[in-house]
């Protein structure tokens, strides 16, 4: 992953990442703002529940004390304060009472707690009232003060929880009581007006376990209640306010959040329980908007920040770029190399440091090439003076010679001047023939291509010397070949490359003046063939090692220094590689990599040099 | 012949009905032709065919009256072909009909020139139009009779003779165990469905014969058990929850059914009053209360008649008929047998009820197995009736 591709993806992520933590922040808030707007609309209807509640007790309480002050009610006090009272003329009474003051609950109820009259339970008359009866003769009840309650009535149709007032008529010591109130129901239920979305449940506790059809909405039992019971049966374990949810369907829309409200009687006794539901059905609507406004949101951020990113990482990654590309070119050889990058930051430091490197690079290159130069023209001199030395003295010295057989002894000259000219002659071959051989190296020709077996040419060569290695008079060598029979054919030079390997067996035989061992090994790897020689000889220190490849430089006494040199030549037209191990004492290895196909033909003119 | 003027609370006895009548003969108008007498009914009267069954009790009773105003039953096997004292003059079934005097009746034509019925009016209406002078005569639920008397209306009331009583149905849990007909027969507080609901105007029923009757009612107990109803009913494994049966169009039975309801579940008896609207109820209740009317004066026929009755709805055994010489002592061993058997309980004696215009003269209220006394009956259209001795 290159440097401008990482930048980017930090930028990306960095900025996606940002945009999400927003995006999450935002959903989660709004989110919030819905539950407490929702918190907000459940408290309202539970206030309106509450003031309901305390409004009808009211207005109950009202018409409870306005039968109690009817003229029928303070008579029928009177007939039933008389000793010989006969209550069955009022056993009727109550129904009719109740109809005109539109109440659901109605009861006369005697001194003695005895129900006289019931309009919600008619055939209740003559059994007793229990709790009017103990309240009363406990203590004098202020049942004005006393207010509406809650509490748990029998009617015909069975247990009901009301919303009850009591008045009293005294006539004597004698009272009677009215009992008036409204059941707590699915009508009650109906004179709340929900906010849009929010409903009122009701759940009437009459019975020991949870009954679906005692839980009620203002039109009667509802569907599914047990999806109720276990919060119920929690309301009634502990009798606080709880909020639940309950989801109706794998849909999140029909989701409902419902709070809970106890009802408690006068005794502190659980009458019913309240439940505000309130549908999730807008809020999730909302909250999905908001999700996909958020997912636009980082949806367009994202976009924005892959662009962002891409300019930034490119605004940044561009001057390390060109300082990368610069280093590139400069690997590759181009050293007049420059950086154009502007700018005082550190990147701008870095590239004008590179460009000041790379003048100097070409600076001291050039004082290199021209100190190397100079020195190879003294190399070759000296080669030159030291190979045409050898042969200028003889010559020298045979001119003198003649000189002196002239002057001192003219009657030996002829055999003098024969005997000097065949001197002359074989020293002006020899120079011919150091010419010669410098004259080669200057034009070593170009490979002419050909599918070559590397094997076959170092058999050839080895059979070429087989002679030497075992020549009377000298120690013996002995080759070891160690040839890889799958060595590819490769297209080169055989000539060449024949000439090579010759070099480089004279060079090891030259190097084992005591005799040893040469070992030729081939191997290929990755489609190139690899050929080392090696030998047992005397070694290199470093210095000629660093040497080694330098034209006309040799560690030989007869050397022309070109062996190697041209070693290289070959090597090198052929795309190859050519290196040198070597240990003092030990032996010296020249490994000779050559590819498959040369990359390219070398340039042409070598033959001009 | 009886004649019984009540605007009291109270039943009104044999002996006070006499005096009642001999007291009034003195001041007595003298009788007058004419006038056309409203009577209101609760029925509705679709065929006076007696080949065409009737809908319910009710619309038998009512057609029976009826067809006693246009024929005359010399003998009790049916209708025969003399004519009574009206003839059929307008007739729309279930509606009204319009009876007009038979100038050639043999017992001497009627005073009135016609009665109209009105039929399926509902009691309240009744009242109302016995209040405002639109009927003459109608008859008023027996719960209604001290009300009305209140109100202003001669209330005519006859002895007590339907009973009323709690019949356990065949097949259901009660009827096959004893001890649960007990609790429940010891649960019922009598005095108070009489007192409360009849307003007075009946008598507690321990046995099948109203005393005026039989003379032994007295040996049947009427006070309730509860403690011993209860104890019986927690002996009884897996007691089972009791529906009691009632007609959805009397609300008499019902009252009384929610009575007993609340004394049974006072007495830990689980039990529910429900109407029998239709057979599927029907098929479920453990017990219905049902109305029982005297066809007859005498105990002997009555109680056959009884018998006969309780074998119909209840599949009771009728036992051996009582030859009509059967002296008290029999007629109450085989009361007694029956009463004890459990499987019908007494609960109360009514008497018919009737609402009497200001107009109407010499009306006698019907004993058991008798006609609307229509024929005897003068409209006085002069002014009300002198005050009686008893109002």
């Known amino acids: 992953m290159t440097f401008r591709s990482k930048v980017f993806w930090i930028f990306t992520i960095a900025l996606v990442l940002s945009v999400a933590l927003i995006a999450t922040g935002v959903t989660i808030v709004a989110g919030k703002a819905l539950d407490d707007s929702n918190a907000h609309y459940t408290d309202a209807l539970v206030a309106q529940f509450e003031r309901e509640f305390a409004r009808r007790g009211q207005d109950i309480a009202r018409r409870v004390q306005g039968i109690a002050n009817a003229e029928g009610t303070v008579r029928m006090a009177i007939d039933l304060a008389r000793p010989s009272a006969d209550p069955s003329v009022y056993v009727d009474d109550a129904r009719g009472v109740a109809l005109s003051y539109h109440l659901d609950i109605l009861d006369f109820v005697g001194n003695d707690g005895t129900i006289i009259s019931s309009a919600e339970y ?120 709880q909020t639940f949810k309950i989801d109706w369907t794998s849909d999140p829309k029909t989701a409902e959040v419902f709070h809970t409200l106890p009802l408690f009687g006068r005794q502190s006794e659980l009458l019913g329980i309240l439940l505000v539901g309130s549908s999730q059905r807008e809020i999730v609507i909302l909250e999905r908007r908001i999700e996909v406004l958020a997912l636009a949101a980082v949806m367009v ?230 050929l080392e020689v090696s030998d047992t000889g005397t070694g290199l220190t470093p210095e000629e090692s660093g040497r080694l490849f330098t034209p006309y430089h040799t560690t030989k006494q007869h050397g022309t220094g070109l062996g190697l040199a041209i070693v290289q030549s070959v090597v090198s037209d052929h795309g190859g590689r050519v290196s040198v191990e070597s240990e003092t004492g030990v032996g010296t290895s020249v490994q000779v990599e050559l590819p498959a196909r040369p990359p390219h033909q070398p340039p042409a003119g070598r033959d001009g040099e | 012949m009886k004649r019984t003027w009540s605007r009291r609370t109270a039943a009104i006895s044999g002996a006070t009905i006499l005096l009642i009548a001999g007291a009034a003969a003195p001041g007595a108008r003298r009788p007058r032709y004419g006038g056309t007498l409203v009577v209101e009914i609760g029925a509705a009267v679709n065929s006076t065919d007696a080949t065409v069954p009737s809908g319910d009790a009710q619309e038998a009773s009512a057609r029976e009256q009826i067809d006693r105003l246009i024929f005359d039953h010399p003998s009790a096997e049916g209708r025969v072909a003399s004519p009574g004292p009206f003839r059929m003059a307008e007739w729309e079934p279930g509606k009204r009909a319009v009876l007009a005097a038979n100038e050639q009746y043999p017992g001497g034509r009627p005073f009135v020139d016609a009665i109209e019925i009105q039929m399926a009016r509902t009691a309240k209406d009744r009242l109302i139009d016995l209040e405002l002078g639109r009927a003459d005569v109608a008859e008023i639920p027996v719960a209604e009779a001290r009300r009305a008397a209140e109100q202003g209306v001669r209330v005519s009331q006859s002895q007590p003779d339907e009973l009323i009583a709690l019949v356990f149905v065949d097949g259901r849990p ?25 307003q007075k105007e009946g008598e507690p029923a321990g046995g099948l014969l109203p005393g005026w009757s039989s003379g032994t009612a007295f040996l049947f107990p009427t006070a309730p058990d509860p403690a011993r109803a209860k104890e019986l009913w927690s002996q009884i494994p897996h007691s089972p929850s009791l529906a009691l049966g009632y007609d959805s169009d009397d609300p008499l039975a019902e009252a009384i059914a929610e009575r007993i309801a609340v004394n049974a579940r006072d007495a830990g008896i689980s039990m529910t009053a429900q109407s029998t609207r239709n057979a599927q109820t029907e098929g479920r209740v453990d017990g219905r209360i049902v109305r029982l009317p005297m066809t007859s004066s005498a105990p002997q026929p009555a109680l056959a008649s009884f018998l006969a009755l309780l074998h119909r709805i209840a599949g009771l055994d009728p036992g051996g008929a009582l030859p009509d010489s059967a002296v008290p002592q029999q007629i109450y061993e085989q009361e007694s047998a029956v009463v004890h058997g459990l499987a019908v309980v007494p609960i109360a004696w009514v008497p018919h009820t009737f609402g009497l215009g200001p107009r109407v003269r010499d009306w006698t209220a019907p004993g058991p197995g008798q006609g609307w006394p229509l024929a005897d009956v003068w409209l006085d259209d002069t002014g009300p009736e002198p005050p009686k001795g008893s109002s």
């Open chain 2, 174 to 198: 009660p009827a096959a165990n004893r001890r649960m007909r007990e609790a429940v027969a010891d649960s019922i507080d009598r005095d108070t469905i009489v007192n409360f609901i009849l």
């Open chain 1, 122 to 241: 008619r055939a209740r008359f003559g059994y007793k009232m229990e709790w009017i009866r103990k309240l009363g003769q406990a203590k004098e009840i202020d049942w004005v003060a006393q207010g509406p309650f809650l509490t748990r009535i029998d009617t015909q149709a069975g247990p009901v929880v009301s919303l009850l007032a009591v008045s009293t008529v005294r006539v004597g010591d004698k009272n009677l009581y009215i009992v008036g109130g409204e059941r707590l129901g699915r009508e009650f239920l109906a004179s709340l007006v929900p906010p849009e979305g929010m409903r009122a449940l009701l759940y009437l506790n009459l019975d020991q376990n949870f009954q679906p059809a005692d839980l009620v909405d203002e039109s009667g039992p509802i569907d599914r209640a047990e999806r109720f019971a276990s919060f119920v049966r929690q309301e009634r374990s502990h009798a606080v306010e």
């Open chain 1, 301 to 530: 951020g994202i976009g924005i920040a892959l662009l962002l990113s891409w300019w930034g990482a490119a605004r940044v990654t561009r001057p390390i770029q060109k300082l990368a590309e610069g280093a590139r070119a400069v690997s590759e050889g181009n050293w007049n190399t420059r950086v154009d990058v502007r700018g005082g930051g550190e990147v701008g430091q870095l590239a004008r440091a590179f460009n000041q490197m790379t003048e100097q690079l070409v600076d001291q290159r050039e004082r290199l090439v021209q100190a190397e130069r100079v020195a190879a023209w003294r190399e070759v001199a000296r080669r030159l003076a030291h190979e045409l030395k050898n042969p200028l003295f003889p010559l020298q010295t045979t001119v003198e010679n003649l000189r002196r057989a002239r002057q001192q002894n003219p009657e030996q000259f002829d055999e003098v001047f024969r005997e000097s000219t065949g001197i002359l002659l074989s020293e002006i071959e020899n120079l011919k023939v150091i010419v010669a051989r410098f004259s080669d190296f200057a034009k070593m020709p170009q490979p002419e291509l050909g599918s070559v077996n590397l094997n076959e040419i170092v058999r050839t060569v080895v059979k070429l010397f087989e002679a030497q290695f075992g020549a009377v008079g000298r120690p013996p060598i002995t080759p070891e070949l160690h040839l890889d029979e799958n060595l590819p054919v490769i297209q080169a030079d055989q000539t060449l490359l024949h000439r090579a390997i010759e070099n480089l067996v004279l060079n090891a035989m030259d190097a084992m003046p005591a005799g040893g061992v040469l070992m030729l090994r081939t191997s290929h790897h990755n489609g190139s063939v690899k």
